[in-house]
């Protein structure tokens, strides 16, 4: 068996019990408050921030025999370079005020995630990063283009205020695809591991985020 099906095998448990979230659950039927979708970009924004600094720490830590791994990470970068911008204006179409998102601290649970996503690149293996990498992508095929939709039926917002969820569900599928061939190429057990304890701890920690947000749920 290739090892991105070993990964998602190991993982299974762990991605049913973020899905199953009462939050999320409410998110792909369209039936979150304003206030629900509000909360869940405001610690969107304080993570994804963290997404190129810890992809380029990430390609930096990196040994010479992953070189290919590293290249990858450059075409991630150019991927991923400004998302947390377009989820800053998300909430901005929203009528809500984004500069006091940038400036706000970021709930417990997101503080804990972005911590041990640093904490897997500088003190174990940095390849140990594309566990979480895993979590962020395939959870965001499975719900962001479904759950955009149907919430903005319901609270009757402006597409502009969904470019964050809307292109993530669009955009991952390629993503995943990418990410199943670079993960085929490990050839190590340590590696290999490595990724399947991250994945497996970032499925509790981003959990732990939706667990953490005000569920409130759609009136009638």
């Not at 629900?36 to 390609?59: C, E, N, R």
């Not at 601290?105 to 566990?131: I, K, Q, S, W």
């Not at 205020?161 to 061939?181: P, R, T």
Request: charged share 20%; proline share 4%; aromatic share 8%.
């Amino acid at each position: 068996m290739a090892f991105y099906d070993d990964l998602t095998q190991a993982t299974e448990a762990e991605r049913n019990a973020l899905l199953s979230i009462p939050l999320i659950q409410l998110g792909a039927a369209g039936q979150l408050s304003l206030e629900s979708y509000l909360a869940f970009l405001g610690q969107a924004y304080h993570h994804v921030k963290h997404t190129i600094p810890l992809l380029m720490a990430t390609g930096g830590r990196l040994p010479e025999r992953l070189e290919w791994l590293r290249v990858a990470i450059g075409e991630y970068i150019e991927e991923e370079m400004g998302h947390q911008e377009w989820i800053l204006n998300d909430i901005a179409a929203c009528g809500a005020d984004k500069e006091v998102v940038r400036h706000e601290t970021p709930m417990p649970a997101t503080e804990l995630m972005v911590a041990y996503a640093y904490d897997t690149v500088m003190r174990n293996n940095p390849v140990g990063f594309f566990g979480m990498v895993l979590v962020l992508e395939g959870t965001s095929v499975a719900l962001a283009t479904h759950a955009a939709d149907n919430i903005q039926q319901a609270l009757n917002l402006p597409k502009s205020a969904f470019s964050y969820l809307s292109s993530h569900g669009s955009l991952d599928v390629g993503h995943v695809d990418f990410y199943e061939k670079l993960m085929n190429r490990l050839d190590r057990d340590e590696d290999k591991q490595a990724v399947v304890h991250c994945a497996k701890m970032m499925y509790r920690l981003y959990g732990d985020i939706f667990r953490s947000l005000p569920v409130v749920q759609l009136e009638g």
